[in-house]
């Protein structure tokens, strides 16, 4: 089974700052998602990525696939990217259907 | 818009009693999931489905079961509720080699 790390667990910061959220996983992986859970919400998929780099807007998502880690950054903070944000790895299991791990999450607030 | 629909998004059930939480998706999508989301633990896979009538355990199947009759539904049941099982349950489904996650809004189950 992987083991997903993500670091902080908790991340405030002021409104423009430039943020920057880490996860590490332990096995070899076929692809890795970043999500999106605001509060009471259901969870909103970002991104999904195997190598190199993706941008949406202000978000951005990049992966080193030989140091195992990703990273999610946000552009320009707004109090609305409050939230917490999930890394999630898929990976191949024996014997079938792929496996699929979350990381803990990381919760943010920008404030004003 | 792939849309994920959970039939409950607030439940209060007494110990002992019998729950049903439906999922439905209307996108034809193949594989369809079911998490429990806990503070501190993240999301944990309870059951998954790739196909109709296939069932495979995730990572915390005990106590509960699914089924998968028709493509867009996927069940999860709670023979016997107990307190432990109070919880945020998270429906997902994915399209075959594709992957982009897809989520409901949540179903918060409290058993007392």
């Known amino acids: 089974k992987n083991e997903v790390e993500q670091s902080p667990q908790n991340l405030t910061a002021q409104e423009g700052e430039f943020i920057t959220i880490n996860c590490s996983y332990s096995?070899?992986?076929?692809?890795l998602h970043w999500l999106q859970q605001h509060p009471g919400g259901g969870i909103v998929s970002l991104f999904m990525?195997?190598?190199g780099k993706k941008k949406h807007g202000r978000l951005i998502a990049t992966i080193n696939i030989q140091e195992k880690h990703s990273s999610l950054h946000i552009t320009a903070s707004h109090p609305r990217d409050s939230a917490v944000y999930i890394c999630a790895v898929r990976y191949r299991r024996g014997g079938g259907a792929d496996g699929l791990t979350f990381g803990k999450g990381t919760h943010l607030i920008i404030q004003p | 818009d792939v849309k994920v629909t959970q039939s409950s998004r607030y439940l209060v059930k007494r110990t002992g009693e019998k729950v049903f939480l439906e999922c439905v998706q209307d996108m034809d999508h193949e594989n369809m999931f079911w998490y429990r989301q806990d503070p501190g633990l993240g999301l944990r896979l309870i059951y998954f489905s790739y196909d109709v009538k296939m069932k495979e355990k995730g990572d915390i199947p005990e106590g509960y079961s699914v089924s998968r009759e028709k493509k867009e539904r996927f069940s999860l049941i709670l023979e016997s509720a107990s307190t432990n099982q109070t919880s945020m349950y998270l429906c997902?489904?994915?399209?075959?080699?594709?992957?982009?996650?897809?989520f409901g809004e949540g179903s918060r189950l409290t058993v007392l």
């Open positions: 990525l195997s190598s």
């Open positions: 997902a489904s994915t399209q075959g080699g594709l992957w982009e996650l897809f």
């Open positions: 096995v070899g992986i076929s692809a």
